[in-house]
């Protein structure tokens, strides 16, 4: 439940149009609930803005399905990572509407299409190899409610590629670059624009790329200053950064706006 939900709850309380004890029990659940094996956290969106995400690696079918389901009984979308088939399988038993996201290896459920972030977050992958973490990155940018464009197998051994896609890239917002391999791209990109790039190295190229520590070391010694850098393969965590930059440049904005209006008056 989120902070507007919960304005809402208040008011038809107020109004009379629902008693106080049936808005008790729909707060029963807050701040978390526990399922013996997990504490679901329903109180993160209203910590921040986004709902709990679960990380579905490790958890046996049945688990995700019950977390899943607890977390989609509040009415928002509901994000599952890491997934196979089989736990897809298992969620889709007891809800409607999920949906498996292969190339992602993500169960969702959409149900707030609301773009929340004003500005466009890019989604760079160096090679094609490297695109499961890439649409991680970009289903968890969508669904906490951003505009999303993919730029895939545009790495630094034909640059003229990246090159190709400059004036999208160059009006993003924030830019997500996932490069195995050395690691090179998010440096390149780093230098054409003036916004945040989340460098995400992937555990792709050969021995000595020692499954993705190459990359990593590479992101993280980036003469480009406006590059940080994620775990390896954290598709993720890239996309959820991301999001929330894109919130904070909105919120920062309309004060700006605020400010100017009241001085201007």
Known sequence: MDTESIRKLFKEVQTGRILPDVAV?????????DLGFAKVDHHRTLRLGMPEVI???GKTGAQVAA??????????????TRATKEQFAAVKKHLRGVKFEAAARAIVLRRDRTIYGKGLISIVSAGT???????????????????????YDV????????????????????????????GALPSVVGGLVGVPVIAVPTSVGYGAAFQGMAALLGMMNSCASNVSVV???????????????????????VQILQQFTFFCG
């Open 67 to 80: 977390i899943f389901r607890e977390l989609s009984r509040h009415g928002k979308n509901v994000l599952a």
């Open 231 to 253: 775990n390896i393969d954290n598709g993720f965590g890239a996309g959820s950064v991301a999001s929330v930059i894109n919130r904070l440049y909105c919120s920062h904005l």
């Open 25 to 33: 029990e729909r707060l029963r659940h807050l701040p978390f609930e």
């Open 155 to 182: 790495g630094v051994a034909g640059i003229h590629r990246v090159l190709a896609h400059r004036k999208v890239i160059s009006r993003s917002r924030v830019v997500i670059v996932c490069a195995g391999m050395e």
């Open 55 to 57: 990380f579905s690696q």
């Open 129 to 151: 190899s490297d695109i499961p973490v890439a649409e991680e990155a970009a289903v968890t940018a969508e669904l906490m409610g951003n505009e999303v464009e993919r730029i």
